[in-house]
């Protein structure tokens, strides 16, 4: 069973809120669990502590940080938006203020 702000590693393949493309081996920390454990919130962060990605994962998707992980790096895939940060402020249905650029 997961826990919030538990660190968790993909198992499977996972596409981001906003369509990015997650792989087995990424690694993010849990932000919600949604009724009856049946998935959770999960947010990425880019190295320098920047939000990359959320995602919903299904228990099945995922494995708790052990001891004998380590860290690894990617880049991810190149898309329109994928290296900028998230502005919690102007997700989908809040359109950015005024002078915001997406």
Same mark, same amino acid.
């Given at each position: 069973?997961?826990?919030?702000? %538990? *660190? &968790?590693?993909?198992?499977? #393949?996972?596409?981001? @809120?906003?369509? %990015?493309?997650?792989?087995?081996? @990424?690694?993010?920390?849990?932000?919600? &669990?949604?009724?009856? #454990? %049946?998935?959770?919130?999960? %947010?990425? &962060?880019?190295? @320098?502590?920047?939000?990359?990605?959320?995602?919903?994962?299904?228990?099945?998707?995922?494995?708790?940080?052990?001891?004998? @992980?380590?860290?690894?790096?990617?880049?991810?895939?190149?898309?329109?938006?994928?290296?900028?940060? &998230?502005?919690? *402020?102007?997700?989908?249905?809040?359109?950015?203020?005024?002078?915001?650029?997406?």
């Amino acid at each position: 069973m997961f826990e919030e702000y %538990e *660190q &968790i590693v993909l198992t499977a #393949d996972v596409f981001g @809120d906003e369509g %990015e493309e997650l792989k087995p081996g @990424d690694v993010g920390s849990i932000l919600y &669990i949604h009724p009856h #454990d %049946e998935a959770f919130v999960v %947010e990425f &962060i880019s190295l @320098d502590g920047k939000t990359a990605v959320t995602a919903t994962v299904r228990p099945s998707q995922a494995r708790a940080v052990t001891s004998a @992980d380590l860290t690894h790096t990617r880049t991810m895939p190149e898309r329109q938006g994928a290296y900028q940060t &998230i502005d919690h *402020q102007s997700r989908p249905g809040n359109p950015p203020e005024s002078g915001q650029h997406d």
